[in-house]
């Protein structure tokens, strides 16, 4: 088992450094404009001294040369343009990276323009580390260097995750593998969580909200457990403002332990702390985005309307977003990999469903159907609060706010969990002794997704039909340390570490 999971682990961290590479400068999701804030930082010690122009001129070039600045609509030469590549030379510099590479540090703190994000500081402020780190070096080398801390934050989490299996699958070791397994090869939460962008910060604390929350219920509340939850909360605050969601999940949490434990009366107080806390503190919380909120709000009948538009939007566009959008929105993968994915969410439901109807046929309910009720409720309730919220930016701007697929990844640990319950029941129902093997083949298939969606992603901005003009287009504009034979080295290390990790998963399953 320990030696599956090392496995496990090391080729999910070669996978994700080969996203890193080959992914473009800029083309993870508004990576320069996060990077412009942690640049801020690493130069100003803090925000952009102007209070009108927070970008530096370094970055502005660069987006001009990468054709990734944007126009007065807000697109770039890439948005709605799957097809567009940059220009590339014969060798193994772009045909203007020099002129970045030869930029003087003062166009580090020449602002021109209003870009940078101004985001709580606690990831930019990691990533500014990095950044002087290799602050003598090219912009390429200083963006790579804070890539590296958004990959330790993605390990991490798959190693939270790991922790979350053992608590919810306590006597099924092959799940305990399929649920950390899914999440490090899931093509677009590797992007989602490689690039220079607070998401890989966000992501980890929320799971550790959701390892900690499965704590309190499991094994009851301690002193450590509870101050772990509110440190985590008051870093998840300094990393996203709307980290505020998992003070409600917390509680619940609670409540759903001093309810299996009949103690009533803390349960009752619990209650009613929560309700003054809502009454007090909801007309003085301002939401990002949408200002103070009124209760007006909530009691809005369009608010229904709008809550059904949202699930079939999400059906439609978020959910095949949340498995892979990329290059700015522009590209996804062939349809085929959405409908093959749909039909197994369509076969977890069944399986959910099913469970269900086993706990009430046989009045018993066990330690794992008690898990899956809290995944389902603050899934269902992270969903519910975003709808929320953009309802009152629709209802403020008057268009939509674009909820994307990735904007779902704090809560991914509960998806998958859910996600794994359904089938596996649905295997042991239709494989029985073989529903093992059922599992192997559904970890497979995601590392096969993961090494399609990259190859797909690569040829969106590369040349791949021939393996020499591939790695020379791949290695221009990008740091010293990735150019030429050393993408090659990485991607045989990437199939090599792959090869290892289903060869001991498997070896595992048959011996088990």
């Not at 963006?143 to 699958?169: C, G, M």
């Not at 287009?473 to 010293?480: E, G, R, T, V």
Request: charged share 10%; glycine share 4%; net charge positive.
């Amino acid at each position: 088992m320990h030696s599956t999971i090392s496995g496990l682990f090391l080729a999910a961290s070669f996978n994700a450094l080969l996203w890193i590479v080959l992914i473009p400068i800029w083309q993870y999701p508004d990576e320069q404009a996060h990077f412009g804030q942690l640049q801020n930082i690493a130069e100003f010690g803090s925000s952009a001294p102007n209070p009108f122009k927070n970008t530096s001129q370094e970055i502005s070039l660069s987006e001009v040369i990468l054709q990734t600045e944007r126009d007065s609509f807000g697109n770039n030469k890439f948005t709605y343009h799957p097809e567009y590549k940059l220009t590339y030379t014969a060798g193994l510099y772009g045909p203007e990276e020099n002129t970045i590479r030869q930029l003087p540090l003062s166009s580090r703190k020449e602002l021109i323009k209003w870009e940078a994000t101004v985001n709580p500081p606690l990831y930019y402020t990691f990533g500014a580390f990095a950044y002087r780190a290799l602050y003598n070096f090219s912009l390429f080398e200083r963006v790579y260097a804070a890539r590296f801390i958004s990959l330790f934050l993605f390990t991490s989490t798959i190693f939270v995750v790991y922790k979350i299996a053992q608590i919810i699958f306590l006597k099924n070791n092959y799940l305990k593998v399929a649920l950390p397994a899914t999440i490090a090869f899931m093509p677009m939460f590797v992007f989602a969580s490689t690039g220079v962008l607070p998401d890989p910060l966000t992501n980890l604390f929320f799971t550790l909200i959701i390892y900690f929350c499965l704590r309190v219920f499991n094994f009851g509340l301690s002193i450590a457990t509870v101050f772990s939850l509110i440190l985590i909360t008051i870093l998840g605050f300094f990393t996203r403002q709307q980290f505020l969601i998992s003070i409600p999940i917390i509680l619940f949490a609670s409540a759903m332990y001093f309810l299996r434990q009949k103690q009533f009366k803390k349960l009752l107080a619990l209650i009613l702390i929560s309700i003054a806390g809502v009454i007090i503190f909801s007309q003085k919380i301002l939401i990002p985005e949408i200002g103070y909120l009124k209760s007006s709000s909530l009691t809005n009948q369009n608010f229904f309307y709008y809550f059904i538009w949202t699930i079939r939007h999400s059906i439609s566009e978020v959910l095949p977003w949340y498995w892979g959008v990329y290059k700015w929105l522009s590209l996804t993968v062939p349809h085929i990999n959405y409908q093959i994915i749909n039909r197994l969410v369509i076969i977890a439901i069944f399986g959910i469903l099913i469970k269900f109807f086993l706990v009430i046929k046989n009045r018993k309910m066990t330690t794992l159907d008690v898990n899956l009720i809290f995944l389902i409720t603050i899934s269902l309730f992270y969903f519910l609060i975003f709808a929320l919220w953009d309802f009152l930016f629709n209802r403020q701007s008057g268009f939509s706010f674009g909820i994307q697929g990735r904007y779902f990844f704090p809560q991914i640990a509960a998806h998958m969990s859910i996600l794994l319950i359904g089938l596996w029941q649905i295997f042991e129902i239709f494989l029985r002794g073989f529903a093992k093997y059922g599992i192997f083949l559904l970890i497979v298939s995601m590392v096969i997704f993961n090494a399609i969606s990259l190859t797909f992603v690569s040829a969106s901005y590369y040349d791949i039909s021939s393996l020499s003009v591939f790695v020379t287009q791949a290695s221009q504009y990008k740091p010293l340390f990735f150019k030429g034979n050393i993408i090659l080295a990485l991607i045989t290390f990437v199939l090599l570490s792959q090869g290892l990790f289903i060869f001991k998963l498997l070896r595992h399953i048959i011996r088990k």
